[in-house]
Each structure stands twice: as C-alpha cells, then as structure tokens.
C-alpha cells in the first residue's frame, strides 16, 4: 500500500535536491564582485534572474510536502522518524538556498550601486575640474587700477575657497575607491587612479594658490604705491596753500617776510623731487602688473604731479625773484608796474575776443542742433571766463600793492577795477545766455510730448465715434482721419526714439536727474503711444472690413435686382383673366414654374436693404 506514496515522496525530494543544486552551482559561479563593470553587470543580471526562479523552487518544495503528507498518512508508525528527518533536511535545504540567493543578489547589487554612486561623484569631481583648469587655464588679466586689482584678488579667493572645499568630496572619492578597489580589484579603482585623482586636485590647488599669491602682491604693490601717492599729494597740496599764501590777495605780510617764507619753500622743493622719484621707481613694478590704459592713467598722474610741482617751483622762484627785485631796486616798481599792464591789456583783449566769439545777441530759435550749439558756445565761454578766475585774483592782488606804490597809479586803478566790473559783468551774461539756452532747449525737447498729448486725445475721440459708424458715409469720412492719425503716431515715435538716443547729450545739458526724469516721461509715453496706434490700426483693419462688405454687397445686389424686376414683368404678362379652366391651369403651371426659377440670395449674414416688389 505505501509502494507508490514512498516512490512519489522520493521523487519529489530528487527533483528538489537536484533543483536546488543547481540553482547553488549557479550561485556558487556567480557569487564574485572581483573584475571589470561590465563582468559585475552580468553577474547582477544572472543572480536576478536565479531569484526569479524562487517560485518554482518554492512549487518543488511544496510537492515535496504534499507527497511526505501523502506518505505519512499511509506509512507505518516506525518509518515517520526518518521521512521526518528527510523533510526537516529538504526545507533546511531550501531555506538555505533561499538564503544564499537572497545574500548573492543583494551583495552584487549593493557593490554596484555602490560603483555607481561613486562613478556619479567622480563624474561630478571631473566636471567641477574641467571648470576649474578651465577658469584657471588663462593668464592672469591685467587691470585697469586698484580697486579692480582687488576685486580680482577677491574673485581668485573665491575661486581658492572653492577648491579648498573641494577636499572633503576628494577624501570621499579616495575613500570610496579604497573600498571598492578591495571588493571588485578593477584597475579603475586601484591606487595608481587614486594617486592621479589626487595629484589632479593638487595641481589645480597649485594653480589656485599661485595666482591667489600673484594678485595679492600685485594688489599689495599696488596699496603701497597708492598710499605713497597720496601721502605726496597731501604735502603737494600743503606746499600749494603755503605758496598761495605768499602769493595770493589774502597774503597780509610785508615784502621782506613774503620772501623769507619763498626761500623756506624752495628747500623743500628738493626733497618733494626726491619723493616724487621714488615714486616714479615705485611705479614702475605697478605698471607692469596694470592694463595699458591704468599705465597710461599713473604716468599722467605722475606726470601731472611733476608738473604742478615744477610749476610751483617756477612760480615760486619767479615771486621770490619779484621780490629780491622789489627790494633790491625802486626799477622793480616800473617793471611789476608793466607787467601788470601787460597781463590787464592781455586779460582785457581776452575777455574782448570771448565777448565778440561767444556773448553775440542770440537770434531766432533755429534747428536743435543750432540751439545744441549754441548752447555748448554759451558753456564753453563760461568754462574760459571761469578759467580766468585765478588772473583775476592775481590783479586784485596786484591792485592792492600798486596802491602803495610812490607813483601816481590811479589810472591804472581804476583800468583794474573796470576790467573786473567788465568781467563779472561777462560772466553774469555767459550764465544767462547758458540758462536761456538751456531752458529752449528743454521747451523744444519738450514739444514731441506736448504734440503727443494731443494727438492722444485724437485718437482716443476717434476710438470712441468709430465704434458703431451708422452708414457708409461714415467710414468715408473717419478713415481717411484714422491714416492721418496713424502717420502723425509713426512721426511722433521718429521723434520720441531719437530723443531717447540722445540720453548723453541730455546728461550733459540738463544734468543726470532732470535728463533720467525727461527720459522716463518719454518712456512712459511711448508705452501709451503703441497702445493707442496699434487700436487705431486694429480699427482702421475693421473699417476697410466693413468697406469691403459694402462694395462685395452692392456687386452681388445689382443682377439680384435685374432678375427680380424681369420677374416682376413676366409676372404682370401673365396677370391677365383666362377664359376657360385649362386656360387658368396652364397659366398657373407658368407662374409656379417661374418661380421655382427665381434668383438666387445672397449669401446668409449679408445686410439687404430691397425695395418690395409685389409678384401679382
């Protein structure tokens, strides 16, 4: 009785045994994270599909049991031990299995995300130092001065901070690489890559460094030499308030204390030129590391500096020589004396020459330009009677000293006195004529927004009356008036464009805040401008719309009429009386065949406005 059971029950448990056998040999060849991407792809696909086959293992088992139930119900009492102990071992066997393709799978899959995860870091490191070499690659760009050198050094900084923090993902990646490299052996991973990761980094660091280092002894170069500058500049200034003292109007001591203190000056003259060399040796390693244009910008401001400083010393020896002369001889008085009257005769002929060239009686408003011109006249006679400034302070302060002179002067007194009531007066005229100017100007840039103004009130009236035209009269009239209105929009923009393209010369005129307020207001007009001229335009498209209706509508209704009138006549022929049934019979068969001929409508929506025509 238990033949068959037991044959079935030891069935099953080869084909379990076998099953599993196999699926661990499988295993067994694929349990191996050692070697390239591609072979470790391949393991992971195979061991996936081995955890697929779980469910027909499970199956197996599961005929295992059923054929140990079947047995065990029909076996004897002392042969259950030992079918037990087998099914104990099978699903032993089978946990195992289960088990070890679970811990398989799971070790390649992790050891490839893992790979994964770090080829995305390491990516991402290759892309942020491709950056880098990139940002890095070029040679250091010269600057225009000191604020642009330290706004370079700051960006280098930034640049050097960013591959400092760089360090921390590069630890990773090593790390990460170390771990690898022991569980999968690949060459990609190994330490000869890690050691060419690293000396990448550190190359890129280098470089980082290098020009942090350069732009911060360029820019400190550059810091010195500028506090050397402006520590000459403050004692070029000093030396030039003690010069205007001695020179000046305001300069209340006698003669021989004026010259003590020339004499004081000129030492120090010396030294000033013995600074000013130091600072041009300074200049030198600055100019090398500067752009052309900031090289040019020191050598003038040195220049300049010479020159004030040469200037100073000149026109310091010149009043000490004055003075000595003064002293030395009563001739110094005729001397000063003529040399005053030359620079009043050459000062007088100035103001005369800019009088004739730039004070001329303004006439009638012209063309802007003219207006511009004579604007930039107007200004540029007020800049040269300003220029003259310090001349006229050196008469007052030579009016002053002629005064004591033992001559008889008044004379020339009172030239002095005339010629700088002469030139106050001049340049009391030169403000006005510039504040005429200036004023014409703003009222002529004005009128394209005036011209606006109204023309936006007309086109709005002609919005608001165009919006439901009774007749086609109507259109007749407004259309023409929406053209004008459209050709008048497109000049007004000419207009409003190029007022705003003349931004600098509006800056120079009016100054930056009436000029930016001007060209907001222009702006803004504008803006309202394109909204009303493209309504106009859209209108203008309905009106010509409508037109076209009307002239489609009065082609399609002239042979409409011609039919229905040959209708009409055909239908007075037959409205005579008949005098038999057959005769009335035909006639009608005549009339209805008449007017199932009728014309054709026109089409459906079109407006019709026909005169009724009675058929009988």
């Not at 020339?412 to 001049?426: C, F, G, K, P, T």
Request: glycine share 4%; hydrophobic share 40%.
């Amino acid at each position: 009785m238990t033949q068959q059971p037991q044959e079935a029950f030891d069935r099953s448990v080869e084909e379990a045994q076998a099953w599993m056998k196999a699926v661990q040999e499988r295993l067994q060849v694929n349990d191996n994270t050692q070697g390239p991407r591609a072979a470790l792809e391949a393991r992971l696909r195979e061991t996936e599909k081995i955890c697929q086959l779980e469910p027909e293992g499970r199956v197996k088992v599961d005929l295992v049991l059923r054929a140990a139930e079947a047995l065990l119900a029909c076996c004897p009492r002392d042969q259950r031990p030992e079918i037990l102990a087998q099914l104990k071992d099978i699903k032993g066997q089978w946990e195992e299995t289960v088990t070890y393709m679970t811990h398989c799978h799971s070790r390649i899959e992790w050891v490839w995300l893992h790979w994964s995860e770090y080829l995305l870091a390491r990516d991402e490191f290759y892309r942020w130092f491709q950056k880098m070499t990139v940002m890095l690659e070029p040679r250091v760009e010269l600057q225009l001065g000191l604020k642009e050198k330290q706004w370079q050094l700051s960006h280098a900084q930034v640049l050097l901070h960013n591959v400092d923090s760089q360090a921390v993902l590069l630890d990773r990646l090593l790390e990460e690489a170390a771990s690898l490299f022991n569980r999968i052996g690949d060459p990609s991973v190994d330490e000869d890559a890690q050691k060419k990761m690293k000396a990448e980094y550190d190359a890129v660091k280098a470089k980082a460094q290098d020009r942090v280092a350069l732009l911060e002894r360029v820019a400190r170069e550059h810091e010195q030499y500028r506090a050397s500058v402006d520590e000459f500049q403050l004692w070029l200034k000093a030396v030039v308030e003690k010069v205007d003292g001695c020179l000046g109007r305001n300069c209340q001591l006698p003669t021989p204390h004026r010259l003590s203190a020339l004499q004081d000056i000129a030492k120090e003259f010396s030294r000033g030129a013995a600074s000013l060399g130091r600072l041009e040796e300074q200049s030198v390693g600055v100019i090398q590391n500067t752009s052309p244009l900031g090289a040019e910008k020191i050598t003038g401001e040195l220049e300049e500096m010479r020159k004030v400083l040469e200037k100073l010393r000149v026109l310091s020896e010149e009043e000490e020589e004055r003075l000595r002369g003064l002293l030395e001889s009563r001739g110094a008085c005729e001397q000063q004396i003529r040399r005053l009257e030359a620079e009043l005769g050459e000062f007088r002929e100035g103001q005369r020459r800019l009088a004739q060239q730039g004070l001329e009686p303004p006439a009638k408003a012209g063309t802007e330009d003219e207006l511009v011109a004579r604007w930039r006249l107007y200004s540029a006679t007020r800049a040269a009677l300003a220029s003259e400034e310090p001349r006229v302070d050196w008469l007052q302060a030579q009016l002053k000293e002629v005064i004591g002179f033992p001559h008889d002067l008044q004379l020339l007194s009172d030239s002095i006195v005339a010629a700088i009531q002469e030139y106050q007066s001049l340049k009391g005229k030169s403000t006005r004529l510039r504040n005429a100017a200036e004023t014409e100007l703003w009222q002529r840039f004005q009128r394209p927004l005036q011209g606006l103004q109204v023309w936006k009130a007309l086109a709005q009236r002609l919005l608001e009356v165009t919006t439901n035209l009774p007749d086609l009269s109507s259109l007749h009239t407004f259309l023409p008036q929406i053209e004008a209105a459209l050709a008048e929009s497109s000049r007004l923009k000419e207009q409003l464009t190029m007022l705003q393209l003349k931004t600098d010369l509006l800056v120079s005129i009016f100054g930056q805040e009436r000029a930016t307020a001007l060209l907001e207001q222009v702006a803004g007009s504008v803006r309202d401008r394109d909204l009303l001229h493209n309504s106009l335009l859209q209108r203008k498209s309905k009106l010509q719309s409508l037109l076209a209706q009307h002239k489609d509508f009065g082609a399609a209704f002239e042979p409409l009429q011609r039919k229905l009138l040959d209708l009409q006549v055909r239908v007075h022929a037959e409205n005579g009386l008949q005098r038999d049934l057959p005769g009335k019979q035909a006639q009608l068969s005549r009339l209805q065949v008449r007017g199932l001929r009728g014309p054709r409508l026109p089409r459906p929506g079109a407006q019709l406005h026909l005169r009724v025509v009675p058929f009988l």
